[in-house]
C-alpha cells in the first residue's frame, strides 16, 4: 500500500520519516510506502483522482486542507468544523476526510500534564490557531471569552472565528500589539511562524501560563528558552507533529495503536540530523 504527504513546500516534511519509522515497528515494512510530492491547491484534485486501489491515503499540508475537505466524500464532524483537512483516508471507493492536527495538539499538551484548560490566549490567526481552539475546547476551554485570538492584525482571524462559531463557541479577538492584557491564561500557544514570537517571549515567559509553540525548528525557539528559563511548561510543535501523524497511521492502516515511541525516536534522530 501507499501513502504520502503533499503540500508546497513540502521537501523539509517529517512525515515519511515518522510513517516510515511506523510501518517498520508495526511489520509492514515490506508492504507500505510513504512518499513526498510537491503539489499546489490546484493539482490536489488531479493527484486525488489518479489514486488506484494501492493508495490508503494522503497526509496534506499548507495550501491543501481547505481544498482536500472540499474532495472528500465524507468528512468527521471537527474537519468541518475547523474548516480544513490534513488527512485523506481512502477506501471502498470512497474518501474521508480527518483533522489530526486537533488531536495531535490536545495530545500534545496532555503529554506535558495539561489535562484542563478554562483559558487560553492563541497566537496567530491561521489554519493552525482554529485546530488550536478545537483542541482547547476538547481540553475544557469552552466558556464564551474564554479563548483569546491575538492576530497583527484581527479581521485576518477571521476564519477562527467562523471556525469557533460552528463549534458553537465565542472566542475574543485583539491585535497582538495587546498581548499584554491577554496574558492571564492557563495556556498560551502560538502558532506564529519561526521567528515572529520572539518579540513576546519575556511578556509570556513571565505570565506563568504553559506554552505551545507550534514551531519545532530551530528549536528551542525564543519563547520556549524564555519559558523554560522561568520555570514554565513548554511543549514542542514537534509533539504535536508527532502525535498527528500516530493518528494518521492508525487511520490509514486501521492498527491500533500507533508505535508512538518507535515514531518519535526516528524523528528526533532526523532533527539531530538536520541540526548538525
Not at 481547505?66 to 474537519?79: N, S
Amino acid at each position: 500500500m501507499r501513502a504520502a504527504v503533499l503540500g508546497s513546500p513540502v521537501g523539509h516534511s517529517l512525515s515519511p520519516v515518522l510513517h516510515t519509522a511506523a510501518y517498520s515497528a508495526l511489520g509492514l515494512a515490506g508492504e507500505w510506502s510513504y512518499g513526498r510530492f510537491e503539489c499546489a491547491e490546484e493539482g490536489l484534485a488531479g493527484f486525488v483522482k489518479g489514486c488506484d486501489d494501492g493508495w490508503a491515503g494522503l497526509s496534506l499540508t499548507m495550501p491543501l486542507k481547505r481544498e482536500a475537505l472540499r474532495l472528500a466524500d465524507e468528512a468527521e464532524p471537527v474537519a468541518r468544523e475547523v474548516g480544513g483537512a490534513n488527512t485523506l483516508v481512502f477506501g471502498g471507493g470512497r474518501r474521508r476526510a480527518f483533522n489530526t492536527d486537533v488531536h495531535g495538539i490536545a495530545a500534545a499538551l496532555r503529554e506535558a500534564g495539561v489535562q484542563r484548560v478554562s483559558s487560553a490566549t492563541v497566537l496567530g490567526g491561521g489554519a493552525t490557531a482554529a485546530s488550536a481552539v478545537a483542541a482547547l475546547r476538547g481540553l475544557g476551554a469552552v466558556q464564551d471569552g474564554g479563548i483569546a485570538v491575538l492576530a497583527r492584525e484581527p479581521a485576518r482571524a477571521a476564519g477562527v472565528v467562523a471556525a469557533a462559531e460552528r463549534m458553537g463557541m465565542r472566542v475574543t479577538t485583539a491585535p497582538l500589539a495587546r498581548i499584554g492584557g491577554f496574558l492571564d491564561a492557563d495556556v498560551v500557544i502560538s502558532t506564529l511562524p519561526g521567528g515572529a514570537a520572539d518579540a513576546y517571549a519575556d511578556a509570556v515567559a513571565d505570565c506563568g501560563a504553559a506554552v505551545f509553540d507550534a514551531v519545532y525548528t530551530p528549536w528551542p525557539t525564543a519563547l520556549a528558552a524564555a519559558s523554560h528559563a522561568a520555570g514554565r511548561t513548554v511543549v514542542s510543535g514537534f509533539v504535536m507533529l508527532l502525535h498527528q501523524a500516530a493518528r494518521q497511521v492508525e487511520l490509514m492502516t486501521g492498527l491500533r495503536p500507533a508505535p508512538v515511541e518507535a515514531m518519535r525516536a526516528a524523528g528526533l534522530a532526523e532533527l539531530d540530523r538536520r541540526a548538525a
